[in-house]
Structures are given as structure tokens and as C-alpha cells.
Nanobody
């Protein structure tokens, strides 16, 4: 059973930084896509793909976070990170770590098979 557990959320002022972490364990394949998604307050059925990384090293970002967010993994591939700089109020939301092992789109929430419970990020102006 694949399990994901996020941490690192919090409240900061606009312009600040946060680093999210996700422990991923229980997977055995070398082919995967892991990503960070967010759900804005009041948008219960929409999870926006923020950043994704594939097992071959390809990385993708949501246009609005390019240049501000950086996704990375540790060498063991068990920890996924999202460094978020120059945060804006519109970045506020519940952030989820997700994984797919069937070759899906790293930024498409409908392709993700496994999800963490999320961590809340609140940015004040």
C-alpha cells in the first residue's frame, strides 16, 4: 500500500517562503510521477496541479508558480519537497502530495492514484 504524508504548511505573509515535505513509502516501481496539488478555499472539487516530477527527471510547473516554486526529491526518492518562495495570497490552499504509477499527467489530479491528507498553506497580504 502506497502512503504519502505531507508536512510543512503554515501561515506566512505575502513575499515569504515555505517548504513542504512529503514522505512517500510503500511503492516498488521505478516508474512514477509525483506531484503537488492544491485546493483553494471554497473550491471543494478542484485540485490544481502545482508541480510534478517524473522518474526520468522531467519536471513541470503550473504557469503561475514558475520561478517561485521548486519541486525536488531526495536521493532515495522517498521524500518529495516543494520550496515555495515569494508567496502570494492566491497561493493559499490545502496542498496535497500525490503519486501515479501508470504514466499519467503529473499535473492532472484525475491521473493521480494515491494522495496524502494535505497540509494547509495560508498567505496573508
Amino acid at each position: 500500500q502506497v502512503t504519502l504524508l505531507e508536512s510543512g504548511g503554515g501561515s506566512v505573509q505575502a513575499g515569504g517562503s515555505l517548504r513542504l515535505s512529503c514522505v512517500v513509502f510503500g511503492y516498488t516501481t521505478n516508474s512514477y510521477c509525483m506531484g503537488w496539488f492544491r485546493q483553494a478555499p471554497g473550491k471543494q472539487r478542484t485540485r490544481e496541479g502545482v508541480a510534478g516530477i517524473r522518474s526520468d527527471g522531467r519536471i513541470s510547473y503550473l504557469d503561475s508558480v514558475k520561478g517561485r516554486f521548486t519541486i525536488s526529491q531526495d536521493n532515495a526518492k522517498n521524500n518529495l519537497f516543494l520550496q515555495m518562495n515569494n508567496l502570494k495570497p492566491e497561493d493559499t490552499g490545502q496542498y496535497y502530495c500525490a503519486a501515479d504509477f501508470e504514466g499519467g499527467n503529473c499535473l492532472d489530479y484525475s491521473d493521480m492514484d494515491y494522495w496524502g491528507r494535505g497540509t494547509l498553506v495560508t498567505i496573508s497580504s
